[in-house]
Nanobody
Framework: QVQLVESGGGLVQPGGSLRLSCAFSGSMFSIYDMGWYRQAPGKQRELVAN???????NYKDAVKGRFTISRDNAKNTVYLQLNSLKPEDTAVYYC?????????WGQGTQVTVSS
């Protein structure tokens, strides 16, 4: 059974930074592709970034150059570094993975960018 727990969200001013963490509970974390999604009020959930088991990464165009996804297989954790934050980055950020047809989600962590 896979469980995901996000942390690291908060209130930050425009231009600020945050680092989100997603702790993975289960076995063989290193073989899972991992992703970060976000959902703003009244909008659909969208993919922000993902990282494959190989370490290759992919980003939503709007966050390229500002956000960085990484993973630490020894700590069973995936990170999302958020830099140069903008008000439009405000959303609940969710960690996700899938395996043998099952999609797993964390509870989400709120990121609010406001002055």
């Amino acid at each position: 059974q896979v469980q995901l727990v996000e942390s690291g969200g908060g209130l930050v001013q425009p231009g600020g930074s945050l680092r989100l963490s997603c702790a993975f509970s289960g076995s063989m974390f290193s073989i899972y592709d991992m992703g970060w999604y976000r959902q703003a009020p009244g909008k659909q959930r969208e993919l922000v970034a993902n990282i494959a088991s190989s370490g290759s990464t992919n980003y939503k165009d709007a966050v390229k150059g500002r956000f960085t996804i990484s993973r630490d297989n020894a700590k069973n954790t995936v990170y999302l570094q958020l830099n140069s934050l903008k008000p439009e980055d405000t959303a609940v950020y969710y960690c996700n993975t899938y395996h043998v047809g099952i999609s797993y989600w964390g509870q989400g962590t709120q990121v609010t960018v406001s002055s």
